[in-house]
């Protein structure tokens, strides 16, 4: 049921609504309301349906007129179920739970190494020392050791490819770092897949052995792996170890977090910790605690938003503030304060990472919660 202080909020919406000085985030918040509530909704009072009654009708004519003129790329039956998602995460704000009015981008061509928002350049530390700026790079050939040709692909991709004569020593390491604000996606020697998030490292030989192949995380990334029955792949990330045959998941270990995620999209893996392991199925989160006295967690995933972010997108359902923030300062290489409690809030929604970092604060500050900007530096106040 809707509280006395949501449907306060509600009617100041529909009043400035009909006269014109509702804002954006009010507008599409009345807008993608109206197209999936129930009508019976007790949003609805008697002080209110009069301008209610205003507002459906203005609605539908925009509604009709939108779909008349809908980009034929971009189906009708998608574009209302992104209304429906944001209406949900617009609803839970007018009753106190959270605030967030996103809109999901799907990612094009353009999208696929974002740098709006990088400080740095991606690099790649070799063997012998040698670091290379991958965003000055020009495409082709970049380096080569011992039997393995370095290139970077037109679409931005490192692409290892260990020749014919092949003479590597596995204990060659590589290390491909990206900086805040960018992703990275390199094919590793036995033709592994891995996307790397911002502000993350990735350790790997330049030459596999013939007994496994090892990679070193810090970070986010997200595997998809090439299956190979006698050479299991094992991914080492703070106090874990995810050992895989063939599959793809996502592994989240940044140090910050406190604890490791590792979440199976397709196949099987085994997550160990120094208190045991355990075997995960697609669907599936395995959480190991920073404390490596602590046991290994199962729970059920939700895939679609622990790989948002390779789609350019921030996801966030039911996260608090610290989290949101720890995620949205990473990508936009910020350092977050908090003056006085921490607003006990709970987000929902998407949000793509193009987004400029004063319109993310902008929707944050609509429930109290205000900003300053100081250099690099934000301050959070609750006003509440």
């Known amino acids: 049921m809707m509280d006395n202080r949501g449907k306060a909020l509600f009617n100041i919406m529909l009043n400035r609504y009909r006269n014109g000085t509702a804002t954006r985030e009010e507008i599409a918040f009345l807008e993608s309301w109206f197209d999936a509530a129930d009508p019976a909704e007790d949003f609805i009072t008697a002080e209110n349906e009069a301008r209610y009654e205003d507002l459906k009708a203005t609605l539908k004519s925009k509604i009709d007129a939108e779909i008349a003129n809908a980009d034929t790329s971009r189906p009708v039956v998608k574009r209302m179920l992104i209304r429906r998602w944001a209406a949900a995460a617009a609803i839970a704000a007018v009753i106190g739970t959270g605030i967030l009015f996103f809109v999901r981008q799907h990612p094009s061509s353009s999208q696929r190494h974002l740098t709006a928002y990088a400080t740095g350049a991606p690099t790649?530390?070799?063997?012998?020392?040698?670091?290379?700026?991958?965003?000055?790079?020009?495409?082709?050939?970049?380096?080569?050791?011992?039997?393995?040709?370095?290139?970077?692909?037109?679409?931005?991709?490192?692409?290892?490819?260990?020749?014919?004569?092949?003479?590597?020593?596995?204990?060659?390491?590589?290390?491909?770092?990206?900086?805040?604000?960018?992703?990275?996606?390199?094919?590793?020697?036995?033709?592994?897949?891995?996307?790397?998030?911002?502000?993350?490292?990735?350790?790997?030989?330049?030459?596999?052995?013939?007994?496994?192949?090892?990679?070193?995380?810090?970070?986010?990334?997200?595997?998809?792996?090439?299956?190979?029955?006698?050479?299991?792949?094992?991914?080492?990330?703070?106090?874990?170890?995810?050992?895989?045959?063939?599959?793809?998941?996502?592994?989240?270990?940044?140090?910050?977090?406190?604890?490791?995620?590792?979440?199976?999209?397709?196949?099987?893996?085994?997550?160990?910790?120094?208190?045991?392991?355990?075997?995960?199925?697609?669907?599936?989160?395995?959480?190991?605690?920073?404390?490596?006295?602590?046991?290994?967690?199962?729970?059920?995933?939700?895939?679609?938003?622990?790989?948002?972010?390779?789609?350019?997108?921030?996801?966030?359902?039911?996260?608090?503030?610290?989290?949101?923030?720890?995620?949205?300062?990473?990508?936009?290489?910020?350092?977050?304060?908090?003056?006085?409690?921490?607003?006990?809030?709970?987000?929902?929604?998407?949000?793509s990472r193009n987004s400029k970092l004063s319109d993310v604060l902008k929707i944050l500050e609509i429930n109290g919660i205000t900003f300053e900007i100081n250099d690099n530096v934000i301050t959070v106040t609750n006003k509440n």
């Open 124 to 351: 790649l530390r070799l063997a012998d020392g040698t670091v290379i700026a991958l965003d000055s790079s020009a495409d082709g050939q970049i380096a080569s050791q011992q039997g393995v040709v370095i290139s970077k692909e037109k679409d931005g991709t490192l692409l290892y490819k260990t020749t014919s004569t092949a003479n590597g020593n596995a204990g060659q390491e590589n290390v491909l770092s990206t900086p805040a604000g960018m992703k990275f996606k390199i094919m590793l020697p036995d033709g592994s897949t891995v996307w790397l998030n911002a502000a993350s490292k990735l350790k790997y030989p330049a030459t596999f052995s013939t007994t496994n192949r090892t990679v070193k995380l810090e970070g986010e990334a997200w595997f998809d792996i090439a299956p190979a029955a006698n050479q299991p792949f094992i991914v080492q990330s703070g106090q874990q170890s995810v050992l895989v045959l063939g599959t793809e998941f996502n592994v989240n270990a940044y140090p910050e977090e406190g604890l490791s995620k590792t979440t199976l999209i397709q196949g099987s893996v085994k997550v160990s910790n120094n208190s045991g392991s355990v075997v995960i199925q697609p669907g599936q989160q395995a959480i190991c605690n920073g404390n490596t006295n602590n046991t290994i967690r199962t729970i059920s995933a939700d895939t679609e938003k622990e790989t948002a972010w390779i789609n350019n997108l921030f996801s966030f359902k039911n996260d608090n503030l610290p989290s949101v923030m720890r995620e949205i300062s990473r990508w936009y290489n910020i350092q977050v304060k908090y003056r006085g409690q921490i607003p006990d809030e709970r987000f929902y929604g998407e949000i």
